[in-house]
Every structure is written in C-alpha cells, then in structure tokens.
C-alpha cells in the first residue's frame, strides 16, 4: 500500500512536499506565515489557506456561554473603575472580531503593578509583540557609519531603522552608554 501511495503522490508531484496550507487547522491571520513572513491575504488565497471564523467551532470555550457580550470599548479608562464585577464577564474586541474575559490573577496584576487592563484580544497584543520581532526575511541593507554592505532581518514595524556593522554597533554603545 505505500508503494501505491507513493507512486500516486509522485505522478501528482506531491512526493517529498510538505503539507499544504489547506491541511492547516491553523486561522491564518495568526500563524507563523504571517507573523514572521509577512504573508498577506493574498498570499492565504493562493496558497489555499482555509478561512473561517476564529470562534467557530466551540474554539471560544465557555465565552460563547455567556449570555450578554459587552462591547469592549465599554471597558473604563481607569484602573480604580476597574472592579471584580469585570471578572467572567465576557467583552468583544471590534478590532479583532474575538471575545475575551479577564482573569481574577489577570486583574491583580495590573492592579498591583498600575496598569490599565488592555481593551483588546490577548492574541491581537502578542501578535503586536511578535511584529516587533526581526522577520524571517533577509534583505540587503548598508551600515549608516562605514558604508559596509549588510543582509539584515527585516523588521515590519521598524521598515527605516538605523543599521549599523557590528563594529559600529560596539562603538555606538561605546559611545552612547
């Protein structure tokens, strides 16, 4: 049987490839593609990425339980209004299009450290986090002090950063503590 299998999988030209994107349980906005590649929706098309909502399926848990749903904009704009009647409730990120809730640690912490609690989805600010990562694409680039040519990570928040040689980077932080 395997034999079979691949004799089918090389007249098809599959053999040796790897899972295509439409085999993903994956919601593409928020998989590695993207984040670290930088793949748009236009990529997702072409490549055949499945598209669904990312609350479908019971993937929200006991939020989609909740009778009453609270537009997250609705959340106050300061930390003292911020009470343990906010805990189990469930609030939507328009932003995101997700539902979210707080945590009763969750709420101690920002209270202890006097942070205001975010208004968006918990993945939407990871994803902020993994967008001021370096990419997994490589471009050419010039060091700003000796004119040295460099392949330097992209980065898509800091599209115009100062790059520097690793020589002058060390003197940079000579130079500037």
């Known amino acids: 049987m395997v034999d ?5 999988m090389l007249e098809r030209g599959e053999y040796g490839e790897f899972f295509p994107v439409n085999f993903s349980p994956s919601y593409f906005p928020q998989t590695c ?30 939020l989609s339980a ?16 911020f009470n343990d009647d906010l805990l189990g409730q469930t609030f939507f990120d328009n932003t995101t299009n997700r539902r979210f809730s707080y945590l009763r640690p969750e709420l101690d912490f920002y209270r202890k450290t006097k942070i205001i ?10 994803e902020g986090l993994f967008r001021e990562l370096n990419a997994g694409i ?7 002090n000796c004119k040295k040519d460099l392949t330097v990570a992209k980065n898509f928040t800091y599209p115009h950063r100062k790059i520097y040689c690793h020589s002058c980077y060390l ?3 000579e130079e500037n503590n």
Not at 138 to 144: D, L, M, V
């Open 117 to 126: 609690p975010p208004k968006i989805h918990y993945v939407a600010r990871m």
């Open 171 to 173: 003197e940079y932080l």
């Open 138 to 144: 490589f471009i050419e680039a010039r060091c700003i």
């Open 33 to 62: 593609a993207r984040l670290f590649f930088g793949a748009d929706e236009n990529f997702a098309d072409l490549a055949g990425a499945k598209k669904f909502d990312p609350e479908s399926a019971g993937a929200v848990g006991e």
């Open 4 to 8: 079979k299998l691949k004799t089918k």
């Open 66 to 81: 909740s009778s009453v749903v609270r537009n997250a904009d609705e959340l106050p704009n300061h930390l003292s209004e």
